[in-house]
């Protein structure tokens, strides 16, 4: 149970200028607890400040003790990290930041510290500070000014809390600088900013404004002319690092350069509130308006998520913008390339059901979960790039393809037109879809079923048991374990697309392409025709075969890793489930078919299918959402359009069918308001 508030007379009586640094802090910290008190309200907050106001002004005696405690406390702390580098990482490295975020997570600070960064998340820890410290009006402000933090200089010396504020504007800049000059950012600038050089002549610029400040006062026209230029400067880097992405988008992302270039921007938003404090006539309220944006600052540099959300942005466009591209492939729009999808999904379900046998073989081998996982997921990888390279495909890999293809096209839907055209993308995709699966699971059902019933007639033997046959129709029941079993297995169709995304945006953002086809290592070994043919076809299939064997090791090894941890996952993916339950079926004979157990298996089929294409097709819409910035779409009229398009052409979600064009409407009179001509 946590002790009770001290009242404010205990507080002020408990204060002690010659208490121990940790006391102090300790003290200060009660206090501004006691100014919050329940977080209702910001102006309770604020009444109960000028309440302390109205007790020290009638206190001379508690002031001057306090002068003593203020004046301590400037000399010990530094202001400058917390003014300066407060929610910036000590490196410019994106996993140093994440490590030194989960620290500070686990280990919390101690209020026995110098730093004033440090001691800041103890005394404005919360949401709830930085609302009541906007909440303070001028008159109050301007009391707290005068009743305790009266800065009076000695003569000819100038105030400590400009002192303060000029060191910490040269450590910002320092840091902008030296950032903006790093190689890694550097090169990667328009070449006309190279030449500029707008961060080497930025401190020269600040030690300009802090002569004319020191030397003539920070309202001089000196000062004023020093500001307005160091401003300029400020604008022509923000200019440069915003270049920097231009490059990126062509040459690949980085986590890491994006990291520091979104410290970068920050530093260059938080010296210009620094300027504004310096140049502003209320400097009571410029300096509550900037401890309220640390505290926001501070609250945001805790967050693990806020760091990967912020530094993974364009990681994840450039991720979505690929399978956009490749998505396109995946879309049949007529007759011809829906028949040639049909064919390409029979080719894929012919190499599944060799697949599901082989499947079968393992698990008869009776390995260890580990290792049985890895020959799993050896077969899987193995079909997948075997059915990549003969141009054949497997319906479950399409969703996390065209899901970004159809997100983009939420960006222009304006117009009533626009919203008929994206219905009918959504019908091209479904049926695509439809055809895809269809081509799959019925070849699937029919080759797994020949094919053993062959090995069978030629002497080969039963491939399974019967008890191992009914254990699979069980297994897949449509309402038992397939359901969330067949999510798990969508979710990792979603993730061999992030991952293939990934490899291909690393293959050229460090030109991998261009080493193969010109360094004279793999051109000694190759051939200098032959190692720029590789770089071309790596350049252009990465993406392909880093999906295939991704998700081939993916659907292989995460059941006996997850399972590790006591955690039952099995894979269900529909072509695999169809063949298994078709070996099955033949395993048990004619009387199967009078079995409940095959139809609710069957069941299972369909609820497989649905979930591995729902799931993965959801997981990347949602990204590509997120990623590409879609926003403000209107629901309804989408809704509307597709049931429009359902009554009027139902066989269309299914068939290459002729479209009907939508009802003629009547010209619109250009007269009347709200039509156009």
């Known amino acids: 149970m946590a002790p009770p508030r001290p009242d404010l007379p205990e507080l002020l009586h408990a204060l002690d200028p010659l208490a121990p640094r940790a006391e102090r802090h300790l003290w200060l910290m009660q206090l501004l607890d006691w100014v919050r008190g329940q977080q209702d309200e910001p102006q309770a907050a604020v009444a109960r400040v000028r309440m302390l106001l109205d007790v020290a002004e009638q206190r001379p005696d508690w002031l001057g003790l306090w002068r003593h405690w203020w004046a301590t406390f400037l000399t010990e702390v530094d202001a400058t990290p917390l003014l300066a580098d407060l929610g910036f990482a000590a490196r410019s490295a994106f996993l140093a930041e994440l490590s030194d975020r989960l620290r500070r997570q686990l280990i919390p600070p101690t209020p026995e510290t110098t730093d004033l960064r440090e001691l800041f998340a103890l005394l404005l820890p919360g949401e709830f500070d930085a609302r009541w410290l906007r909440a303070l009006d001028k008159p109050t402000l301007e009391r707290l000014r005068r009743t305790l933090f009266d800065d009076a200089p000695a003569e000819g010396a100038p105030a400590y809390a400009l002192l303060t504020l000029l060191n910490a504007l040269a450590y910002a800049i320092s840091q902008i600088s030296a950032a903006g000059q790093s190689a890694e950012l550097r090169i990667r600038m328009a070449p006309e900013v190279q030449r500029q050089q707008p961060f080497a002549a930025l401190p020269i610029g600040f030690e300009a404004l802090r002569q004319a400040v020191l030397s003539h006062g920070r309202d001089s026209a000196p000062a004023l002319v020093a500001l307005a230029q160091l401003r300029e400067q400020l604008d022509a880097c923000r200019a440069a690092a915003a270049s920097v992405y231009a490059h990126l988008e062509e040459h690949g992302i980085s986590v890491h350069i994006e990291f520091q270039l979104r410290q970068l921007r920050q530093r260059i938003i938080r010296v210009k509130a620094l300027l504004l404090c310096l140049e502003t006539d209320e400097p009571a309220q410029a300096t509550a308006q900037l401890l309220s944006h640390l505290v926001r600052v501070q609250l945001d540099s805790r967050s693990v998520g806020a760091l990967v959300r912020s530094s993974t942005e364009l990681l994840a466009a450039r991720v979505t913008e690929r399978n956009a591209e490749t998505g396109e492939h995946y879309i049949a729009r007529d007759r011809r390339e829906y028949l040639h999808m049909l064919g390409a999904a029979a080719g894929g379900g012919a190499v599944m059901a060799l697949t599901t046998l082989s499947k079968l073989v393992i698990v008869g081998l009776g390995l260890s979960a580990f290792w049985g996982g890895v020959a799993a997921g050896l077969n899987y990888a193995i079909s997948f790039v075997i059915i990549m390279l003969l141009h054949w495909t497997v319906a479950t890999k399409q969703p996390a393809m065209t899901a970004?293809?159809?997100?983009?096209?939420?960006?222009?839907?304006?117009?009533?037109?626009?919203?008929?055209?994206?219905?009918?993308?959504?019908?091209?995709?479904?049926?695509?879809?439809?055809?895809?699966?269809?081509?799959?699971?019925?070849?699937?059902?029919?080759?797994?079923?020949?094919?053993?019933?062959?090995?069978?007639?030629?002497?080969?033997?039963?491939?399974?048991?019967?008890?191992?046959?009914?254990?699979?129709?069980?297994?897949?029941?449509?309402?038992?374990?397939?359901?969330?079993?067949?999510?798990?297995?969508?979710?990792?169709?979603f993730a061999s697309s992030l991952i293939a995304g990934w490899v291909e945006n690393w293959f050229v953002l460090h030109r991998l392409d261009s080493v193969i086809a010109h360094h004279p290592r793999s051109t000694r070994l190759l051939g200098r025709e032959r190692a720029r043919r590789w770089g071309r076809y790596w350049g252009s299939h990465i993406s392909g075969w880093a999906a295939n064997v991704s998700l081939g090791l993916l659907l292989g090894l995460v059941p006996p890793i997850v399972g590790f941890f006591g955690l039952p996952v099995e894979v269900r993916h529909v072509t695999l489930v169809s063949g298994q339950i078709a070996v099955a079926a033949q395993q048990l004979g004619p009387a199967v078919w009078q079995d409940p157990a095959l139809w609710w298996a069957a069941g299972g089929i369909a609820v497989t299918g649905l979930l591995d294409v729902g799931v993965s097709f959801y997981l990347a819409f949602r990204l590509a959402l997120t990623a590409q910035n879609v926003a403000g779409v209107d629901r309804r009229r989408i809704y509307q359009a597709m049931g429009r398009r359902l009554w009027r052409d139902p066989w269309s979600f299914v068939l290459p069918v002729r479209e009907r064009p939508p009802a003629t409407q009547a010209p619109a009179d250009p007269h009347k308001p709200g039509q156009t001509g």
């Open 404 to 493: 970004p293809t159809l997100a983009a096209r939420l960006k222009a839907l304006d117009t009533p037109a626009a919203h008929e055209a994206f219905v009918t993308e959504v019908v091209h995709l479904l049926r695509t879809q439809f055809v895809a699966i269809v081509g799959n699971v019925v070849v699937v059902l029919a080759l797994s079923f020949a094919l053993v019933a062959a090995i069978g007639a030629l002497g080969g033997g039963p491939w399974i048991d019967d008890a191992h046959a009914h254990h699979i129709l069980d297994e897949h029941h449509m309402l038992g374990r397939t359901i969330p079993f067949a999510i798990v297995t969508g979710g990792l169709l």
